[in-house]
T-cell receptor
Framework: KNEVEQSPQNLTAQEGEFITINCSYSVGISALHWLQQHPGGGIVSLFM???GKKKHGRLIATINIQEKHSSLHITASHPRDSAVYIC????????????FGKGTHLIIQP | DGGITQSPKYLFRKEGQNVTLSCEQNLNHDAMYWYRQDPGQGLRLIYYSQIVNDFQKGDIAEGYSVSREKKESFPLTVTSAQKNPTAFYLCASSVTGRETQYFGPGTRLLVL
């Protein structure tokens, strides 16, 4: 069974700072997801990646398959980025569900 | 608009009572999933279904039951055998063979 570890668990930063959240996993995967969960509980998928790097607006996600590690970066952080960011991995085709990290609680102060 | 709906948003259960959480999707996805979220823990898989009339147990299926009579619907019943049902429950769906999962807004279950 895959173990997914995220760091840090909690992160407080000032508006405008560059943010990095890390994720490592123990067993080879077919894809890795970065998700965002707001206080109301709803979850939004930010990225799904299996190699390299993806960028969407101020968000960048990278993955190193050999090292079993992924990072999520936020540039020019803003208070509206405050949320829980969750890393999840899929094995095989992913149809049998995801394995999740515990999440990183990010607070961006104005 | 395509998406996943869950109802109700909040649900209260009395001791010894079964309750059913609704999950409906109009994305034409074959696969559907139920996850449970507890404070300080990652989401955990309860049950999943890859096709109508078929489903499999996830990591924490004890005390739960599901059905998949229609492609659009995947209700979860929390039975009285689930001794610690208070949690946030999330439903998700995906196209079988692909891996992007789309999540519903969740149902928060509380025991009275």
């Amino acid at each position: 069974k895959n173990e997914v570890e995220q760091s840090p668990q909690n992160l407080t930063a000032q508006e405008g700072e560059f943010i990095t959240i890390n994720c490592s996993y123990s067993v080879g995967i077919s894809a890795l997801h970065w998700l965002q969960q707001h206080p109301g509980g709803g979850i939004v998928s930010l990225f799904m990646l299996s190699s390299g790097k993806k960028k969407h607006g101020r968000l960048i996600a990278t993955i190193n398959i050999q090292e079993k590690h992924s990072s999520l970066h936020i540039t020019a952080s803003h208070p509206r980025d405050s949320a829980v960011y969750i890393c999840a991995v899929a094995a095989g085709g992913g149809a049998d569900g995801l394995t999740f990290g515990k999440g990183t609680h990010l607070i961006i102060q104005p | 608009d395509g998406g996943i709906t869950q109802s109700p948003k909040y649900l209260f259960r009395k001791e010894g009572q079964n309750v059913t959480l609704s999950c409906e999707q109009n994305l034409n996805h074959d696969a559907m999933y139920w996850y449970r979220q507890d404070p300080g823990q990652g989401l955990r898989l309860i049950y999943y279904s890859q096709i109508v009339n078929d489903f499999q147990k996830g990591d924490i299926a004890e005390g739960y039951s599901v059905s998949r009579e229609k492609k659009e619907s995947f209700p979860l019943t929390v039975t009285s055998a689930q001794k610690n049902p208070t949690a946030f429950y999330l439903c998700a769906s995906s196209v079988t063979g692909r891996e992007t999962q789309y999540f519903g807004p969740g149902t928060r279950l509380l025991v009275l």
